[in-house]
Each structure stands twice: as C-alpha cells, then as structure tokens.
C-alpha cells in the first residue's frame, strides 16, 4: 500500500522557518518524483516545488525561490521542505504527493499519490 505521510506543520511568526517532512512506503522511492503542494482557503492547490528521486532535479515555483529548499534522504525514503523567510501569504495546507514521471510538475492531476496534508499558518 502506498502512503505519503507529511509532518512538521504549525504556526510561526513572520519571518520564521518550518521543515516539513513527508514519509514514503509502498513504492520504489528512486523511481519517483515528490512534489509538494500548498492549498489555502478559497484557493486552488499549487506547486511549490519538486525533487526527482532518480536525477536529484529540483524546481520550484517563483513565490518561493530564495526561500525555500526541497531535499530527498533516499536512505530513509523522506523528502523534505526546508521553509525559511515565511511570509503569512505561505499559509496553507501542505501536501506531498508522488507520481513516477510527472510531465508538468506542478500540476496537481500529473500525481498518482498524496498524503493527508500538514496545516502551515504563518502569523503576522
């Protein structure tokens, strides 16, 4: 079965920094790409950045460049979102998600898997 299992949510002040975690089983882990995704109220969900286990290829969406860095501990089967420099517009539910091969990778429908999400808020 597989599962994507995020953590490390909670609130922070302006300014401060979050690591979010997200723990894979049931799958090859090199043979995926993780994406990690933010929903917030009201809003559709976006990309905010993606490693590729298999070439170690980032990306990352442009409101977050600078701030945030995407990490992969193959060893452990966990990818992680360092969150630094967090502005109150990061509040969101984060999520992780899995897909071998996403073709565009912030597309939300390109992810086969997704874990249950981690609530960010980021206070004024």
């Known amino acids: 079965e597989v599962q994507l299992v995020e953590s490390g949510g909670g609130l922070v002040q302006s300014g401060g920094s979050l690591r979010l975690s997200c723990a894979a089983s049931?799958?090859?882990?090199?043979?995926?790409?993780i994406g990690w995704f933010r929903q917030a109220p009201g809003k559709e969900r976006e990309g905010v950045s993606y490693?590729?286990?298999?070439?170690?290829?980032?990306h990352y969406a442009d409101s977050v460049k600078g701030r945030f860095t995407i990490s992969s501990d193959n060893a452990k089967n966990t990818v992680y979102l360092q969150m630094n420099s967090l502005k109150p517009e990061d509040t969101a539910v984060y999520y992780c998600?899995?897909?071998?091969?996403?073709?565009?990778?912030?597309?939300?429908?390109?992810?086969?898997?997704w874990g249950q999400g981690t609530q960010v808020t980021v206070s004024s």
């Open positions: 998600a899995a897909d071998r091969n996403p073709y565009w990778y912030d597309a939300p429908d390109e992810y086969d898997y």
């Open positions: 049931g799958f090859t882990f090199d043979d995926y790409a």
């Open positions: 490693i590729s286990n298999s070439d170690g290829n980032t």
